[in-house]
């Protein structure tokens, strides 16, 4: 079975008209999308941007007041690593620029007052350079490390800018290798919590096979290694229109006893926070009552 190619033109307009039908269709009304400040002060958002990644926008400090109107009590940065081995201005900062990120973060824990900011960072998983992507690393205390999961085998396949790399790609292999690749990380990167992850549908793309069961293997395998997920509702603003991960794969988590914590992936102001009111709903129907929350690499978990 060969993937179609995700339509290249799907506007703005478009998206929005399928995000308030799958909203509608999941009974998520415009009301049930108003989070008072005291719901989002037992929230926090820990995968936010900045424009040192070359594809978000804005100054440090724009969303740190976005955090603190909402009414987020704790927020983190967790800025792409640079790539070592692929050079590309508009995905990540060149390694040259992590310290420079590190001192931004914490000159911005000085200067918030009255919100909590964590340094993160998002740290690509490819087999073969763990240990080289740590080493560039090393010395840095990160409050958390995402680990994310957007390359198969060489293939950037969330790439927005390269929709037509889809075409004559099986989706069923697709989806069978991005899991293969996601368990492998969970076990081997030594990341603390895994960005959206079923990024593998960002474009839309199907699988025809059983994919229940990949949501099981996986939430073993995040158990097992003690690593934790986040709800990233970036999903909603892409053309998959679904947050990262779907309702069955967190509740396979749940079941598993796999920590959650939350992100927007916020790469401007106004996206942080943003659906949060969704991931809540998300977090009662699969059960759960508390977050995971990071200060220099141990966890905490607090009640929602």
């Known amino acids: ?109 000085d200067q918030a ?34 680990g ?29 290798r991005y899991f293969e690749l996601f368990c492998k990380a969970v076990r081997e990167g030594g990341f603390d919590i895994m960005a959206h992850p079923d990024l593998v549908k960002k474009h839309g793309i199907v699988s025809s096979v059983p994919i229940d069961d990949m949501y099981e293997t996986a939430a073993r395998t995040l158990r097992d290694a003690g690593v934790a997920i986040e709800i990233n509702t970036s999903g909603l603003r892409k053309r998959t229109v679904e947050v990262y991960p779907s309702l069955p794969f967190l509740k396979a988590c749940a079941r598993h006893g796999v920590a959650v914590t939350l992100g927007s992936d916020a790469h401007a102001p106004q996206q942080v926070g943003m659906d949060f009111d969704i991931a809540l709903r998300m977090l009662e ?8 929350t990071f200060e220099r690499r141990e966890r905490t978990m607090r009640g929602i």
């Open 1 to 109: 079975m060969t993937a179609k190619r995700p339509a290249a033109g799907v506007g703005h307009q478009v998206t929005r008209v399928r995000r308030g039908l799958r909203r509608r269709r999941l009974g998520w009304t415009r009301r049930a999308r108003e989070l008072t400040p005291s719901q989002f002060g037992k929230l926090v958002d820990y995968h936010i941007h900045t424009k040192l990644c070359g594809h978000a926008v804005g100054e440090p400090m724009d969303y740190v007041r976005a955090a603190v109107k909402r009414g987020l009590p704790e927020i983190g940065f967790a800025d792409h690593m640079p790539l070592l081995r692929i050079r590309d201005e508009h995905l990540t900062m060149e390694p040259d620029e992590l310290p420079r990120y590190v001192s931004l973060v914490n000159e911005l824990r």
């Open 113 to 146: 007052g009255g919100i909590t900011v964590r340094l993160g960072i998002e740290m690509d998983y490819f087999p073969d350079q763990t240990d080289e992507i740590w080493a560039a690393a090393e010395g840095i205390e990160f409050d958390y490390v995402y």
């Open 148 to 176: 994310a999961v957007h390359y198969i085998d060489g293939w950037g396949f969330g790439d927005s800018r390269r929709l037509s790399s889809y075409h004559g790609r099986d989706p069923d292999e697709t989806y069978e």
């Open 285 to 292: 129907k699969a059960g759960i009552r508390e977050i995971a």
